[in-house]
């Protein structure tokens, strides 16, 4: 079993939507990070949390700590949305260095 | 202000051909680190540099070498390219390895193994 889940793994929406990606996990963490991956390749950090929810823009993140889970949320989706939105955590194990643990990713496309 | 920059965008090698891909940051941070990124699997470390002048591996090291050679440079090097290296790889930078450091990415090199 992978130690940080994605879902879904596709995801189309129409234009205006309101999207929910879920990432789960089962190892400790310290911090979790949500990026997105641009279709041309380009990788940048979203959200960076450890408790609680952080919000910028249109988008929205959230963690429970207790129940090991974070989602993403999207409102008001557009068409430049869409990307592969990648979820990963910083274990606690191994100290702190460096060790991030990428869930597949989450690939959405919105539809004008 | 170039943020991560990654030379070259893409590169075919046949198999036992040896490369380096480069990587610099401008951005004076500490911590870089070298990932690749397969279909239909996350991305996993190969490498990183915690600070200038120390590297260690990640969950991937087999068939690779990096040299962290200055503040801002840190290259990865593949002395005998094989299939299973085709990939894409991501350099990516932060501050400090601290738990709460951002990462930034580099555009990422495509390479392919003959």
């Known amino acids: 079993k992978n130690e940080v889940e994605q879902s879904p793994q596709n995801l189309t929406a129409q234009e205006g939507e309101f999207i929910t990606i879920n990432c789960s996990y089962s190892v400790g963490i310290s911090a979790l990070h949500w990026l997105q991956q641009h279709p041309g390749g380009g990788i940048v950090s979203l959200f960076m949390l450890s408790s609680g929810k952080k919000k910028h823009g249109r988008l929205i993140a959230t963690i429970n700590i207790q129940e090991k889970h974070s989602s993403l949320h999207i409102t008001a989706s557009h068409p430049r949305d869409s990307a592969v939105y990648i979820c990963a955590v910083r274990s606690r194990r191994g100290g702190s260095q460096g060790n991030l643990i990428f869930g597949k990713g989450t690939k959405l496309s919105v539809k004008p | ?114």
């Open chain 2, 1 to 114: 202000n170039a943020g991560v920059t990654q030379t070259p965008k893409f590169q075919v090698l046949k198999t036992g051909q040896s490369m380096t891909l480069q990587c610099a940051q401008d951005m004076n941070h500490n911590s870089m680190y070298w990932y690749r990124q397969d279909p239909g699997m996350g991305l996993r470390l190969i490498y990183y540099s915690a600070s200038e002048g120390t590297t260690d591996k990640g969950e991937v090291p087999n068939g690779y070498n990096v040299s962290r050679l200055n503040k801002r440079e840190f290259s990865l090097r593949l002395e005998s390219a094989a299939p299973s290296q085709t990939s894409v790889y991501f350099c990516a930078s932060s501050t400090t390895p601290a738990v709460r450091a951002e990462q930034f990415f580099g555009p990422g090199t495509r390479l392919t193994v003959l």
